[in-house]
């Protein structure tokens, strides 16, 4: 590993300590270097406002080290333009730093490049693409909702090792979740939850599993991970663990003639409900858009073969990860999805794909859609 990606690791590693805390701004982690040792460093959290740079800046400051003639390495391009702070660019600039390792570049076409145009015009030594991947990984569903106006949406499910979700309803007890995948992918997949802004489902996985959907990580999170249940005829029940659970975190899509007085019962107990167009099959892209001026990010799609057929043919889906168990559920099972039976065939249309364990389950990730291209 060359020096320019040890210490961009080591940015990358406070851009990462942000998970669930930055949102709905990027993650993003800078240090500053001397004679090839960190001087300071710093990570951006949203609450805090200060964007990396100048958290990494203060930390110098504090300890009385002036960073003129130092090397800065950043996640992510230094901000050009005003938001809730100044361009960071400007900030790098006044404090006289010699050269600037980027990750990447913004994400943002409208301001993309523009930071290291300011950063060359002043005379600063810039490198960009060093350990960009890992850097572009971290940020996947910041760029797709700047450059898309939607929330990314990553598909999870647990699968049999013949591609099915669960066994046929007549050899289940409901209301209750078959566990296919073992603790070790469950609990992989309550880190997907933490990172993720809201995790969807629909009506059918609430009536037959009575899930929670909660964030058991126990981690620090800036906003409650937001639970969407779409259900076009408000079916749920009151006495559902979500709706019992409900604590301003529950939305419920509906369509536009949902009965009245489900409506009410479900607001008097703590449910969001909101209504959009459609009958039986509600307008995904319309409930994104919602999710996207809610600043939602990131969606954490855990549902069945309707809704995750649906998903996938409006082309919806941007990240797939599939779980795979060794169990063999056989025929009469619930597919994995509505007109895609076989969970491979989606594999084959991947890109950036990742295969791991968990346990003694499979596991293979990759994405659908590019959020950078």
């Keep these: 590993m060359s020096q320019d990606q040890q210490f961009m690791q080591r ?18 982690g800078c240090v500053f270097v001397r ?42 391009e230094p901000c ?21 390792v980027i990750a990447t570049l913004d994400a943002n076409p409208v301001v993309r490049g ?17 350990l960009e991947q890992k850097a572009r990984t971290l940020n996947d569903a910041f760029a797709w909702s700047i450059r898309h106006n939607l929330p990314m949406v990553t598909l999870k499910a647990a699968l049999s090792v013949d591609g099915k979700l669960a066994p046929p309803p007549s050899q289940r007890q409901r209301p209750e979740p078959h566990w296919l995948t073992g603790p070790e992918s469950r609990a992989e997949v309550q880190r997907l939850r933490h990172a993720s802004d809201a995790i969807l489902t629909g ?11 909660t964030d058991r990580t126990g981690l620090p999170r800036r906003r409650p991970l937001q639970r969407i249940i779409l259900d076009a005829h408000l079916r749920i029940p009151v006495a559902s663990k ?75 889906v941007q990240r797939a990860i599939l779980f795979y ?16 039976t076989n969970p491979h065939l989606l594999e084959q249309t991947m890109t950036h794909v990742t295969r791991t364990t968990f346990g003694p389950d499979g596991c293979v990730s990759g994405l659908l859609q590019n959020p950078w291209e």
């Excluded at 300590?17 to 993003?28: D, R």
């Design 35 to 76: 004679d090839g040792k960190i001087i300071a460093e710093g990570f951006h959290l949203y609450e805090a406002r200060d964007h990396a740079e100048i958290a990494a800046l203060k930390q110098a400051e504090a300890n009385g080290i002036d960073v003129a003639g130092d090397t800065a390495y950043v996640t992510l």
């Design 203 to 213: 009506i059918g996985t609430v009536l037959a599993d009575d899930p929670t959907l």
């Design 242 to 316: 979500l709706v019992e659970s409900a604590a301003d975190d529950l939305l419920i899509f509906c369509n536009q003639n949902a009965p009245q007085d489900r409506l009410t019962a479900l607001e008097a107990a703590g449910a969001e409900i909101h209504q959009v167009p459609g009958t039986d099959r509600l307008d995904l892209r319309a409930i994104l858009s919602t999710l996207h001026e809610r600043k939602l990010l990131s969606v954490l799609l855990e549902a069945g073969p309707s809704l995750n057929g649906a998903f996938l043919a409006a082309h919806l």
């Design 114 to 130: 523009n930071g290291v145009a300011k950063l060359e015009a002043a005379g600063i030594a810039v490198t960009v693409g060093v």
């Design 11 to 28: 940015a990358l590693e406070l851009a990462e300590s942000t998970t669930a805390l930055a949102s709905p701004n990027p993650q993003v």
């Design 80 to 100: 050009s333009h005003h938001g809730r702070t100044g361009p960071c660019a400007d900030v790098l600039i006044a404090a006289g730093i010699s050269r600037c």
């Design 325 to 340: 168990a060794d169990t063999e559920l056989g025929e009469g099972a619930l597919p994995f999805a509505e007109d895609l």
